[in-house]
T-cell receptor, first 113, second 113 residues
Framework: EAQVTQNPRYLITVTGKKLTVTCSQN?????MSWYRQDPGLGLRQIYY???????DKGDVPEGYKVSRKEKRNFPLILESPSPNQTSLYFC????????????FGDGTRLSIL | GNSVTQMEGPVTLSEEAFLTINCTYT??????LFWYVQYPGEGLQLLLK?????DKGSNKGFEATYRKETTSFHLEKGSVQVSDSAVYFC????????????FGQGTELSVKP
């Protein structure tokens, strides 16, 4: 089954404790992205990758890091989480081109206390 | 810059009512347009898309037409069901931006029996 898998689904943690949210896709997609969803704001892109070892900032990259060492994986790293990063996070992947639909994971709800 | 504006929700309808969710966009060039749906506790799923002016996307009884002259992509369904209750997102994407989606804020739809 074609899917994007995120882990964990839920996480409560404290300010400053480094965390990583993993994302893996099994569709051999070149493009991968991370978004955060906040009430009234829709989804906003954090970082994206167009291929292995190629990453770039999206609209809200501050406080986040990513890496793309393998085509299927695109982890999101919060090195020193803060309460304003409490949000619902989605990983997505797609084939190249602006008209290709994104495939989304089920989301990771992060609470930073 | 590029942006998407959706009608605010929540929208509450009775079963079998007609649905319209308005979406307008601002973008340079010729973006692709999408509607995504998010059911409770799940990630976003592609509902329909249109990639050029006057294209009509359709799926599961939902339709939307890409209107370049009015920069709109309104979502319609002739007869909603309780199972259509979800949050609906309008989004645009432009070529060669890593598949980046720019989302509207989302419209929550609740359908009552």
């Amino acid at each position: 089954e074609a899917q994007v898998t995120q882990n964990p689904r839920y996480l409560i943690t404290v300010t400053g404790k480094k965390l990583t949210v993993t994302c893996s896709q099994n569709m051999n997609h070149e493009y991968m992205s991370w978004y955060r969803q906040d009430p009234g704001l829709g989804l906003r892109q954090i970082y994206y990758s167009m291929n292995v070892e190629v990453t770039d900032k999206g609209d809200v990259p501050e406080g986040y890091k990513v890496s793309r060492k393998e085509k299927r994986n695109f982890p999101l790293i919060l090195e020193s989480p803060s309460p304003n990063q409490t949000s619902l996070y989605f990983c997505a992947s797609s084939s190249p081109g602006g008209n290709q639909p994104q495939h989304f994971g089920d989301g990771t709800r992060l609470s930073i206390l | 810059g590029n942006s998407v504006t959706q009608m605010e929700g929540p929208v509450t309808l009775s079963e079998e009512a007609f649905l319209t969710i308005n979406c307008t966009y601002t973008a340079t060039g010729y973006p692709s347009l999408f509607w995504y749906v998010q059911y409770p506790g799940e990630g976003l799923q592609l509902l329909l898309k249109a990639t050029k002016a006057d294209d009509k996307g359709s799926n599961k009884g939902f339709e939307a037409t890409y209107r370049k002259e009015t920069t709109s992509f309104h979502l319609e369904k002739g007869s909603v069901q309780v199972s259509d209750s979800a949050v609906y997102f309008c989004a645009l994407s432009r070529y060669n931006q890593g598949g980046k989606l720019i989302f509207g804020q989302g419209t929550e739809l609740s359908v009552k029996p």
